[in-house]
């Protein structure tokens, strides 16, 4: 089994920053691509960004000029089976509860005789930006 556990949420004024943090933790060997989500108030869950084990690092559309602006950015640290989501210069409208999310290996020869899923969430972590 894996599990997924966020930290590093809380509450920031506007203009702040936050690092998150999430660490995969048991049968690691299932874990591949790993990334964050995110869901305000009232809407759809939405793809924040994602880390491959590769480092790859990929935006949506939604979050690209953030990542550029260096607004958002994703890291890996792959001998810890944790990836990072640092955010800095936070809006009101960033306000959202984060989940961190990874593709796991089921079916997959490296994963042969690993009990792996399709896919492993975290439970959640709550950043508040205050206006």
């Known amino acids: 089994q894996v599990q997924l556990v966020e930290s590093g949420g809380g509450v920031v004024q506007t203009g702040g920053s936050l690092n998150l943090s999430c660490a995969a933790v048991g049968d690691t060997i299932c874990i591949a691509t790993m990334g964050w989500y995110r869901q305000a108030p009232g809407k759809e869950r939405e793809l924040v960004a994602t880390i491959t084990p590769g480092e790859m690092t990929y935006f949506p559309n939604s979050m690209k000029e953030d990542a550029e602006k260096g607004r958002f950015s994703i890291s890996r640290d792959n001998a810890k089976n944790t990836i990072f989501l640092r955010m800095n210069n936070l809006k009101p409208e960033d306000t959202a509860v984060y989940f961190c999310?990874?593709?796991?290996?089921?079916?997959?020869?490296?994963?042969?005789?690993?009990?792996?899923?399709?896919?492993?969430w975290g439970q959640g972590t709550q950043v508040t930006v205050s206006s």
């Open positions: 999310n990874s593709e796991g290996r089921k079916g997959e020869r490296r994963a042969a005789g690993h009990h792996c899923e399709y896919y492993y």
